[in-house]
């Protein structure tokens, strides 16, 4: 069974960074798509970054240049390096992960982490 386990997540001031990681077991995880996304209360849920297994990524506009998504394939962890951070990126942080195929920010993900929460005070 895949899952999927989120950590990281913190209380930071603006300006911080922080480090999420994804562990990932139960299925090939070198060859998967894997994604991070997010979603602040009220909010819809926000792709920010998908990563294939050779390491190509894909970056929402809205977080190029602040974040930073890397795998390593043989620890089987993802991992979401934030630089810069803002209020507004205050949210509960998801990994994902899919088959190789269309790897994109708007591919749907077939598996999902329970998250972990993010919150960046002014």
């Known amino acids: 069974q895949v899952q999927l386990v989120e950590s990281g997540g913190g209380s930071v001031q603006a300006g911080g960074s ?3 990681s994804c562990a990932a077991s139960g299925y090939t995880y070198s060859s998967y798509c894997m994604g991070w996304f997010r979603q602040a209360p009220g909010k819809e849920r926000e792709a920010l970054a998908t990563i294939t297994g050779s390491g190509r990524t894909t970056y929402a506009a809205s977080v190029k240049g602040r974040l930073t998504i890397t795998r390593d394939n043989a620890e089987r962890t993802l ?3 934030m630089d810069s951070l803002k209020p507004e990126d205050s949210a509960m942080y998801y990994c994902a992960a899919k088959d190789p195929t269309f790897c ?3 591919a749907a993900m077939r598996t999902w982490g329970k ?3 993010v919150t960046i005070s002014s």
Do not use: A, K, P
């Open 115 to 117: 998250g972990t929460l």
């Open 104 to 106: 994109t920010l708007n």
């Open 79 to 81: 991992y979401l390096q």
């Open 18 to 20: 922080l480090r999420l």
